[in-house]
């Protein structure tokens, strides 16, 4: 064979084949062991840190975490290549929860799930968002100033997203959302879907008050509650992080409520009406096991 051949095959250099060859010849076998490298010995050995070790820390604190256990000196860039690309522990910002939160808020609504979760039942995971106008949230480059109204007005949405079958439904409102705007949207809910319906909300209290109530025992809606402090098993509000990001993103311009309205309007069509099941279905990894 060819040494062409071989390096093709190898993907690599001829001169590399031609280079193994004759360290072969010089050295017979002793040239297939492994052989110690010249220069500098490292300072930390990179295999005896555990992500255990620095998980949760800033790159700074684990520099300094470093520095102590080996007793030595490093950069905060070595500190975070051995973070970063040795342990791959992703660099991202604390999810914040309340300290009222039960610790086992997953397993409470995996329980309450598998009680209303059958055939034929339609369950729906709802919440409100307020949307208005915030150009400041949104990074630009140099200085930018952008002319705003004040007091600027909110747009609040209601919506609910099914977490199999069911047709997801939403409605705006200029008002703040009560008691009777809630249900309103539950006549909205019922004449899009037919049959038993459960909608999961959280603990606000309008969703508690006695008029709401009974508006759900007559149109046959269950309402199921989440554990309290708990807006992060709520799908839905990933949503409403995608909406307020597009609406300040692409609409900083847009000061005209009818404007603002017909794009919420359309991005929610596109999303929740869309996409909302699928998105609901992958990113709710607490439901997998229900």
Known sequence: MKISEIAKILQVHKSTVYRWINEFQREGEKCLFHKERKGRKKKVNEREIKVEEIQGKTIWEAKAYIEE?????????????????????????????????????????????????????????????????????????????????????????????????????????????????FANFLYLLRVRNSGNVVCRVDNAKFHESSYVFATASRLNITLLFLPPYSPDLNPIELVWKDLKRWVNTYYYSCYALELRMSSIIWFLRVIILGIGLISFTTCLGILRKV
């Open 69 to 181: 256990k080996f007793n030595v000196k490093i950069s905060y860039v070595t500190a975070w290549r051995i973070a970063r690309k040795r342990l791959k522990i992703p660099y991202i910002k604390p999810y914040k929860i309340d300290k009222k939160r039960p610790i086992d808020a997953d397993n409470i609504l995996r329980e309450r799930l598998k009680g209303v979760i059958k055939k034929g039942v339609k369950v729906f995971f709802m919440d409100e968002s307020g949307i208005s106008h915030d150009p400041s949230r949104v990074r630009r480059l140099g200085l930018y100033v952008v002319r705003v109204d004040y007091p600027s007005v909110n747009i609040n949405v209601l919506a609910c997203i099914p977490l199999f079958d069911g047709k997801p439904c939403f409605m705006l409102t200029y008002s703040n959302v009560d008691s009777r705007v």
